[in-house]
Structure formats: C-alpha cells, structure tokens
Nanobody, 126 residues
Framework: QVQLVESGGGLVQAGGSLRLSCAASGRTFSNYAMGWFRQAPGKEREFVTA????????SYANSVKGRFTISRDNAKNTVYLQMNSLKPEDTAVYYC???????????????????WGQGTQVTVSS
C-alpha cells in the first residue's frame, strides 16, 4: 500500500502562485510514477501532469502548460506541483496519484493509477 497526502492548497487571487505537495509513504517512492489530476465542480476529473519514476516529465495539460511545473524529490518521498499565474478556471480539487513505474503505460489516464490522495482544494478568485 502507498499512502498519499496532499497539502498546499488554498485561496489565492488570479495571477498568484501556489505549490502543492504530495507526501508518499508505505513503499519505495522512487519506484512509482506520479500524477496530478484535478476536478472542478460539476466536471470530470482531468489530467494535469505526470512524472515518471526516473524524473522524466510525461506532459502537461494544454490548459496549464507554461504555468505549472511538476517535480519530485525521492529523498523526501514527495512530488510537487508549482502553479504560477493562476486563473479562476484552475479552481478545483487537486489530487496526486501513484502507480508502479514498471507497469505504467499511459500516465494521462486516471485509471492507470492504483493509489490516490484525498485531494486539496485550490480556489482562485478573480
């Protein structure tokens, strides 16, 4: 089992920044690919970005490209999502997710992941 705990969400004005963290425990973090997803009210959960266990960044959703950055620190068992130039449409609950890297094929697909955090709310005011 892998336990994931997100933190860093909150209320921010448009144009501001937040850094989300996702702390993992339970298994060898460096063996896991990690993803960030988000779900806005009334919408489906959507892919934001993902990073392989090697540190290779899979991609970013077009809506966040150039503004968000994913990174990981295997020594701290943590993956981060730096969010800059936030917009009201970024308002959502943000989730991190994990899957063993050796079995991961399509990290843009939420159904690929075995473990999920509880989510952290990000609200961007206009």
């Amino acid at each position: 089992q892998v336990q994931l705990v997100e933190s860093g969400g909150g209320l921010v004005q448009a144009g501001g920044s937040l850094r989300l963290s996702c702390a993992a425990s339970g298994r060898t973090f460096s063996n896991y690919a990690m993803g960030w997803f988000r779900q806005a009210p009334g919408k489906e959960r959507e892919f934001v970005t993902a990073i392989r266990e090697t540190g290779f960044i899979i991609s970013y959703a077009n809506s966040v490209k150039g503004r968000f950055t994913i990174s990981r620190d295997n020594a701290k068992n943590t993956v981060y999502l730096q969010m800059n130039s936030l917009k009201p449409e970024d308002t959502a609950v943000y989730y991190c997710a994990a899957v063993q890297g050796e079995v991961a094929t399509n990290l843009r697909n939420q159904y690929e992941y075995d473990y999920w955090g509880q989510g952290t709310q990000v609200t961007v005011s206009s």
